[in-house]
């Protein structure tokens, strides 16, 4: 690396006690291979011993949601007095270029606490009995009570604000959860935990509340499906492994975010030079790792030249190289097999008669930011999810067939439309099956309060704290009754 960073040789936590595991795996810095630093392997045991942990913890635990709200308000603290030290090692881990980086940490400490205030709004409602003959002097309200224990499961491209999306709405709620961060990115997780383990001890709280196992995802996953203890599960990954979780999870409560092939429209009366700034960053942020990457653009073929243009110019003023380096933009993909899927898709894309704008080179994981036009739906960079910098541009002649063309895939995560017609806004926001349609931005913006979360193969359940918190969480209706001497 460019920079120096201190080995980071962690272990996990398990009941309250940071133990090591007979197996040991180390983590590589994308760019250039070198070693950030190691964690353990953990066991079949191991893992249940967690979940047990964090079930005993749950059935011990009477904090109060002001003390829920301290818990989560304590482990921002301390992590906005490290968020240099935890963006630098982010960058390390996952290779996301170091204003990245900060942003993400910054916008963790704002879920944390965020969650903590809405530790404090678990509002049931009076439901009026007498609304139905016979129960005019029958009483009844409902409240919101915690699920017990929440396993969460965050893969690597955003290592630190997703495991604070499950894990803080989780703990807001009541719960005790066990974090199980991807194999390639779990240092920053683990950082994270021993935050919420300080958080924890100086509130008294039981040990096991918080636990965090890092390893195989087939041995600590499948730990999660078959346990009893295990009431709600909440996974950002492929749409593959959320599949199998929902067919294996039985009656557990799930939260799957999934893959996305996402749709931004520009259209005859956009602001072409924005459009084409907007879409070539939510295209390219993360070098394209992020689910709800503009993966496809769909425009109205009189301005097609017009914005490739532009997109070009964008495109072209990205710095690609060292992500410590203060002017990058983008940077490395994370390993050797997402670089050869998005070579893979890049090539056939070409043969399939679409031309290179601008970019085109790689070299190992390095990719360079990508605009391809003459793309039509069938082709690979259009058909697949491809999760890296590719800008594929598709021209239609109309609105209607950009409609359908945005429907045009098996996912429905995120979109995005550019244009200054509300009728024609209206019309592409009832129409395209996605969880979230964007006006005059692109398919990547998510703010960390509102609901997200996608339809068809993007996944089910909504993330965002609110929304979190009632998926974990469940509603008890307490009805009173007259009594004998009534």
């Known amino acids: 690396m460019s920079v120096e960073i201190e080995l980071h040789d962690e272990r996990i936590l398990i009941d309250g006690e940071w133990v090591d595991a007979d197996e040991r795996t180390d983590v590589l810095h994308p760019y250039d291979g070198d070693k950030v630093g190691s964690v353990p392997v953990a066991s079949t045991e191991q893992a249940e011993a967690a979940v047990q942990a964090a079930h005993r913890a749950v059935e011990a635990s009477d904090l109060s949601a002001y003390q829920r709200y301290e818990l989560l308000y304590r482990t921002a603290e301390l992590l906005e007095e490290e968020a240099e030290a935890m963006a630098r090692l982010m960058t390390a881990e996952q290779g996301k270029p170091i204003t990245e980086s900060r942003g993400e940490v910054d916008r963790a400490i704002q879920t944390l606490r965020l969650s903590g205030e809405e530790a404090k709004r678990m509002f049931g409602e009076y439901v009026p009995m007498d609304a139905q003959k016979g129960f005019a002097r029958t009483h009844a309200f409902t409240q919101r009570e915690p699920l017990g224990v929440v396993a969460a499961i965050t893969p690597f491209n955003f290592p630190l604000n997703l495991m604070v999306h499950k894990v803080a709405p989780a703990l807001a709620a009541g719960n005790a959860v066990v974090g199980k961060p991807a194999s390639n990115t779990p240092l920053v997780s683990i950082k994270l935990f021993q935050y919420l383990d300080q958080a924890a001890t100086e509130l008294d709280a039981p040990d096991g509340l918080v636990n965090v196992v890092t390893g195989k995802g087939s041995t600590i996953g499948d730990v999660f499906l078959d346990s009893d203890e295990v009431e709600a599960i909440s996974f950002t990954g492929s749409t593959g492994v959320g599949k199998y979780i929902a067919n294996n999870s039985g009656m557990k409560e799930l939260t799957l975010e999934l893959g996305g092939n996402d749709p931004t429209i520009v259209w005859d009366d956009a602001d072409i030079d924005s459009a084409a700034a907007q879409v070539v960053g939510g295209a390219c942020s993360n070098a394209g790792q992020v689910c709800n990457s503009v993966e496809r653009v769909i425009v109205h073929d009189s301005i097609e030249e017009e914005l490739v243009d532009a997109m070009v110019e964008h495109t072209e003023a990205l710095t690609f190289g060292d992500p410590f380096d203060e002017e990058t933009s983008i940077s490395a993909l994370i390993d050797d097999g997402a670089a050869e899927k998005v070579k893979r898709i890049f090539e056939e894309t070409v043969e399939a008669g679409a031309t290179v704008e601008c970019g085109g080179e790689y070299d190992g994981r390095h990719f360079e930011p990508t605009v391809l036009s003459g793309v ?37 995560l995120e979109a995005g439309i550019f244009t200054q017609d509300i009728d024609r806004a209206k019309r592409a926001a009832d129409r395209i099956d996605a969880g979230g349609v964007n006006v005059n931005t692109v398919s990547g913006f998510r703010a960390d309060h509102m609901p997200y979360g996608g339809f068809k193969d993007s996944g089910m359940g909504k993330e965002g704290i609110k929304y979190a918190l009632d998926h974990f969480s469940r509603e008890k209706l307490v009805g009173f009754h007259s009594g004998k001497n009534a």
């Open 376 to 412: 039509t739906p069938e082709m690979p960079a259009a058909s697949e999810e491809v999760f890296g910098p590719l800008v594929p541009v598709i021209s239609v002649s109309d609105f209607e067939e950009a409609l359908e063309e945005a429907n045009n895939t098996e996912y429905g």
